[in-house]
């Protein structure tokens, strides 16, 4: 089946008396180029589970189906799972979640869906909620090699801006924290259906094996990201001072133990540098 056909879209979805849901984020992909491009450059291929988030009519996960040994995707409107049951009838090796990702065991679901298969996630995220499920599937170390997703210009431009520089902000700091990451292609407004009102870009997310930090010292670390981030144009003095209840004289002496100066801001700072602020600040303040 052609889903990146108009006329056969429109004439499934009409069948089903589908309407398109903005609030669910919902546009799909029409242009044919875009997918398999995603499944070859996300590791859907031979001895690998892909774990998709948000199927639509199933356009991405029919190509990932194509090539992966087994697919998994999660979706959460219930109304698609009539027209997925067509959609993607010619595949035995695609089970379909129908909950909300955020509330997914999503651990549990890899390991019974891809024992013994190396794992990534491939998706077309919706827009609304794409750093609260790129943190959660980073923060949870889901154990997958490569996370290639769909997202707005904008977002990518964030995720893969340099730490330290005016673009980058706490989510930026937490991909390179957990991993590498890089923009592998923009895909314009145009390949969707309805077409949304901005461009998009596809990234690739590694996460790391092995995590840098431990548990409590990635906790304390977060907690200085996250409330430095939220008063970025301040000084980390005033910034982490305000939002941690810590000290000025505290956080001056970790700046000098980092060997960066009392005006030093946050969002300038390197992620080494930010990493060994923050080990300084919480022996500090311990
Ligand atoms: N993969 C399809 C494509 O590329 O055409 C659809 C992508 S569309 C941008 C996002 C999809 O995510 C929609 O099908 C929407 O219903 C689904 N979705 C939205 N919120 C979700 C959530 N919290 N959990 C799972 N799926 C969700």
């Known amino acids: 089946?052609?889903?990146?056909?108009?006329g056969t879209v429109r004439e499934i979805l009409s069948r089903h008396g589908f309407s398109f849901s903005?609030?669910?984020?919902?546009?799909?992909?029409?242009?044919?180029?875009?997918c398999p491009k995603i499944a070859e450059m996300g590791n859907a291929a031979p001895g690998f589970g892909v774990l998709e988030i948000g199927t639509g009519i199933g356009v991405l996960t029919a190509e990932l189906a194509k090539r992966a040994d087994r697919v998994a995707a999660v979706e959460i409107d219930s109304r698609l799972l009539p027209i997925l049951d067509e959609t993607l009838a010619d595949f035995n090796n695609v089970k379909i979640y129908n909950e909300?990702?955020?509330?997914?065991d999503l651990h549990r679901?890899?390991?019974?869906e891809f024992g013994g298969l190396r794992a990534a996630v491939c998706a077309n995220l919706p827009y609304y909620i794409t750093s609260p499920v790129l943190m959660l599937l980073l923060e949870s170390r889901l154990p997958v090699e490569s996370i290639t997703v769909m997202v707005q210009k904008e977002a990518a431009q964030r995720l893969c801006a340099k730490v330290g520089s005016r673009e980058s902000g706490a989510i930026t700091v937490a991909v390179n924290y957990y991993g590498t990451v890089r923009q592998l292609f923009g895909v314009s407004r145009?390949?969707?259906?309805?077409?949304p009102n901005v461009d998009s870009a596809v990234i690739r997310i590694d996460p790391?094996?092995?995590?840098r930090l431990s548990e409590a010292e990635e906790k304390f670390f977060f907690r200085v990201v996250r409330?430095?981030?939220?008063?970025?144009?301040?000084t980390a003095a005033n910034a982490v001072s305000s939002q941690l209840g810590i000290t000025k004289e505290a956080v001056y002496e970790a700046l000098r133990v980092t060997g960066l100066g009392e005006s030093a801001r946050l969002e300038q700072m390197t992620l080494d540098e930010l990493i060994a602020f923050s080990a300084a600040l919480r022996k500090i303040t311990m």
Not at 190 to 195: E, K, L, N, V
Not at 208 to 211: D, F, M, Q, T, V
């Open 190 to 195: 145009g390949s969707f259906m309805p077409a």
């Open 227 to 234: 409330g430095g981030f939220s008063q970025r144009r301040k």
């Open 208 to 211: 790391s094996p092995e995590p």
């Open 1 to 6: 089946m052609e889903l990146t056909n108009i």
């Open 109 to 112: 679901l890899i390991a019974e």
């Open 100 to 104: 909300d990702v955020m509330k997914c």
């Open 22 to 34: 903005k609030g669910l984020g919902q546009n799909f992909i029409i242009n044919p180029d875009i």
